[in-house]
């Protein structure tokens, strides 16, 4: 929160011609130095200092410094001068940690010379030990014990006129449960390409280590010349932020690096740790094996019209973008899904929310039926849409926790569409719970295995697993013929014979051969019954509608533009480019399907 009070009272404003350049040899007698904001020409204003002159007589001190914008009068001035500033702003301006935790709060007037700040907590200077404690620099140490009143106010006051002042809330929490990555933050979350001199920071959150120091690794040794035996391919040094939260700062150009037209994600490098800190005790270097990439706005992602929805939503033609604080991420997201529907009409079948910002620990993406009348697919009849805001309308939601797996031709969306309809067939012979049985016939990329396999049969219950390459199946990923017999888009007498192996493993290599369970489309029917409606009256045509939910801000009109372009794509009928490797091929929903469904992911007409 920034308070900004203008004490008229006290100003007394001198002329000065716009344009003259300051004299630094002029004598300006001076008691006390603050900030104030001066006014050059009118509706522009920049902060300088400039003399003002006091009513009351005092001991006047010569000094050159700072320099005089404003040519003084003729003389020496024998009064008593005093620099007034117009408001003191502290950073941050809203903050939450743990009991015991801290956090450096800074003000606007610190290179203002004969500054005096007096900071409080709760109206007690310094603080004490119920609602915590602020030195004099400002750093501030969070209670043992969560206050009765909490949040608490931090307020910093100029000393020489208790009216000038800002505050900030901090809200005390309970210790964190578990230590991990909690998010990762890029700013900007898309990278201009065009603007190489732009500073780029990479901001961590991590739960439970007070004292990491990390690097950021970069296996390519691109950014900077491989230093020492321990430290190679070391990309930067962290800045510790305050407690638990950490930043890589450099420039567009250092990320860049290597970067080629049409690549949208980058791998940047993996986050080390060469004092793992925990709990004060030291569990030497790591490597959390995190490949983290970057995403990129260049000239392949064309620019969209923004419209502003209210003052935190806004929506381009195919996303919306809701910003939240980090307690809303952290929260169910049907409660976002119901803002969502304030301001956009219930015409969709999906809703899928993309965290930008995202959650490192724990899955990539996540995806579910929110309703279903479907029998036939080991599902049980339910609808639960008015959870979610829906009048019925609503089918599904999936999740994306990792900004550069929002591409809605990529594995992950596509693997989590699918958990509308996929994998509930959980009684013998399947057994499948939310996947598909591991060593088993039924995917070929998306829900488990792998779209190389290719099973021969060999003798009786025997089958052989042959990899192929990457050349010879061509475009990855795509949706199997019993999942598009459960998805309503295939008849059930065009279902194959599919297997299991009796022991998983025998996937494990190329050539493997091994005794597998057959499953044939008249199993599952006679376990479950046949699919209704069937795939001559299923629906085939669906609409989704994308959220990008954005810590603390809305999306700037690049960032916006990235993810609209990686919606867009989605309803694409055609073969896309691998964000991370335009040379690759992509297949978007109708393709995955094999021109079975299609997919509109316009958010806005």
């Not at 400039?50 to 000094?63: A, K, L, M």
């Not at 860049?256 to 030497?284: K, R, S």
């Not at 805001?389 to 989590?416: C, F, N, Y």
């Not at 533009?561 to 690759?584: C, I, K, S, W």
Request: charged share 15%; proline share 8%; hydrophobic share 40%.
């Amino acid at each position: 929160m920034r308070i900004t009070i203008v004490l008229l009272s006290s100003l007394f404003l001198l002329s000065c011609e716009a344009n003259k350049s300051p004299d630094e040899s002029d004598a300006v007698p001076i008691q006390q130095v603050h900030e104030v904001t001066w006014k050059t020409i009118p509706g522009s204003e920049q902060t300088i200092y400039c003399p003002q002159r006091s009513e009351t007589g005092g001991q006047s001190v010569v000094s050159t410094k700072p320099a005089n914008p404003c040519r003084p009068p003729t003389g020496k001035i024998r009064s008593t001068v005093i620099w007034i500033p117009a408001a003191v702003s502290i950073l941050p301006e809203d903050w939450a940690l743990p009991v015991g935790g801290q956090v450096q709060f800074s003000h606007n007037l610190e290179e203002a010379p004969a500054v005096f700040i007096d900071w409080t907590v709760n109206g007690s200077l310094g603080g004490n030990s119920t609602v915590g404690t602020i030195d004099e620099q400002g750093l501030y140490t969070a209670p043992a014990v969560i206050p009765a009143a909490n949040p608490v106010a931090v307020r910093a006051t100029l000393s020489s006129d208790p009216g000038v002042f800002s505050e900030s809330p901090v809200t005390v929490t309970e210790p964190p449960s578990e230590s991990g990555f909690t998010w990762l933050l890029w700013t900007p979350r898309a990278i201009d390409a065009s603007s190489p001199t732009d500073p780029v920071t990479l901001e961590i959150g991590f739960v439970g280590y007070p004292n990491l120091q990390f690097y950021l690794w970069d296996t390519q040794q691109r950014i900077n010349p491989p230093g020492p035996a321990e430290s190679q391919g070391k990309l930067i040094e962290s800045v510790a932020l305050h407690t638990g939260v950490y930043a890589f700062r450099m420039s567009t150009t250092e990320v860049l690096a290597d970067h080629t037209e049409g690549v949208l994600h980058q791998f940047v490098g993996i986050l080390h740790c060469d004092v793992c800190d925990i709990d004060g005790i030291n569990v030497g270097a790591r490597d959390f094996g995190l490949g983290v990439l970057a995403l990129f706005n260049d000239s392949t992602v064309p620019s969209v019209p923004v419209s502003a929805m209210a003052p935190d939503i806004q929506a381009s033609s195919h996303v919306a973008n809701i910003a939240v604080s980090e307690t809303q991420v952290a929260s169910i997201v049907d409660d976002l899904a119901q803002s969502f529907y304030q301001y956009f009409p219930d015409s969709f079948d999906f809703l899928v929310f993309v965290f930008p910002d995202y959650t490192i620990e724990g899955p990539s993406g996540a995806g579910g039926a929110v309703q279903n009348a479907i029998t036939g697919i080991g599902r049980n009849i339910y609808d639960q849409s008015a959870q979610w805001g829906s009048a019925g309308r609503l089918h599904g939601v999936v999740q994306i926790r990792r900004p550069w797996l929002a591409d809605w031709t990529g594995k992950v969306m596509l693997h989590e569409f699918g958990h509308r309809w996929l994998v509930f067939l959980n009684e013998p012979p399947v057994q499948a719970f939310g996947h598909w049985p591991p060593g088993s016939s039924f995917s070929k990329g998306l829900n488990r295995g792998d779209p190389r396999w290719q099973f021969v049969h060999v003798s009786a219950n025997v089958y052989q697993v042959n990899c192929l390459s990457f050349a010879e199946v061509g475009p990855l990923y795509e949706y199997t013929d019993i999942e598009l017999y459960l998805m309503g888009l295939l008849a059930p007498e065009e279902v194959g014979t599919h297997i299991i192996f009796d022991d998983p493993t025998t996937m494990d290599v190329c050539g493997g051969q091994g005794t597998a369970t057959v499953v044939t489309i008249d199993d599952i029917i006679a376990t479950y019954g046949a699919r209704s409606p069937d795939y001559t009256e299923s629906q085939k045509d669906f609409t989704m509608a994308t959220i990008i939910l954005s810590k603390d801000r809305l999306l700037t009109p690049h960032e916006m533009a990235y993810f609209n372009h990686m919606a867009e794509r989605g309803e694409r009928t055609d073969l896309v480019p691998d964000p991370q490797n335009p040379n690759e091929l992509r297949q978007p929903f109708y393709l995955a399907t094999g021109g079975r469904g299609t997919l509109s992911t316009q958010v806005l007409p």
